[in-house]
């Protein structure tokens, strides 16, 4: 299951250079592409708002 971006994202970018396949993309708030993303968890462990998590 894909990490999912919630709307507490403030956008810092932290998350975007740790991630090993380069599923996150730059907007107004993060997004990760679900069809990219491997689950690994880094950028979770990463933000500083605690806006990623696992998706459902």
Request: overall charge negative; glycine content about 8%; proline content about 9%.
């Amino acid at each position: 299951m894909a990490y999912v971006i919630g709307d507490n994202c403030v956008a810092c970018g932290t998350c975007q250079p740790v991630c090993p396949v380069e599923a996150i993309s730059e907007g107004e708030i993060y997004h990760i592409d679900p069809d990219t993303c491997i689950d690994c968890g880094s950028c979770a462990q990463v933000c500083p708002s605690d806006a990623i998590a696992p998706g459902e």
